[in-house]
């Protein structure tokens, strides 16, 4: 059974406080961990695989990599005052257009623990008070405190980790069942 949520139909209430985004940074620290640890031992005919038109594991954790620039780019625009956030680019994805299939899954993970470290350093340099600015968010056409982003982030990871698992379980029960 497959949650398949659809990323982008997926609504956010932003009602708590901006001191939450204390745990959000937490969460997204141990992303690289948690990744790692879901993938580490799936032999890679299972990383590869696809189901249909879903992206394989291994596309997933990309998108982990290719993702982490939007968010790099979100943050300058909180630090630069704009009006409205950064759109996602869902036409000319990266993760759909690239062969990343035949990439080396641990320089993908290598590369993504990097970026990510460099995205929660740049966060620790912001001020508390910092977490309270709001800007609109383009596709949800409403006002994201950088408290929020960083839930809306955390969420993101959440959502392909998951799609993680269940592509890890569907493979690992259909090669048992051959």
């Known amino acids: 059974m497959s949650h398949k949520e659809n990323w982008l139909e997926k609504h956010f209430d932003f009602d708590f406080p901006a001191s939450k985004y204390v745990g959000f940074l937490r969460f997204l620290r141990e992303t690289p961990d948690k990744i790692e640890t879901l993938v580490k031992h799936l032999p890679k005919e299972i990383l590869v695989r696809r189901d249909q038109d ?30 409205v956030l950064q759109a996602a680019r869902f036409e000319d994805n990266p993760s759909d257009k690239a062969n990343f299939n ?5 320089r993908i993970l290598a590369e993504f623990r990097a970026q990510r470290e460099k995205y929660i350093q740049r966060l620790e340099a912001i001020s508390p008070g910092d977490f309270e600015k709001a800007i609109l968010h383009p596709r949800l056409k409403k006002p994201m405190r950088l408290c929020d982003m960083l ?27 051959e």
């Open 102 to 106: 035949e990439w080396d899954l641990q």
């Open 151 to 177: 839930f809306f982030h955390v969420e993101h990871d959440q959502h392909h980790m998951t799609r993680i698992v269940e592509l890890s379980e569907l493979w690992n029960v259909s090669q048992e069942a």
């Open 54 to 83: 879903s992206w394989s594991i291994q596309e997933y954790v990309e998108h982990f990599l290719t993702a982490e620039s939007l968010f790099f780019g979100r943050l300058d625009d909180y630090e630069n005052d704009v009006p």
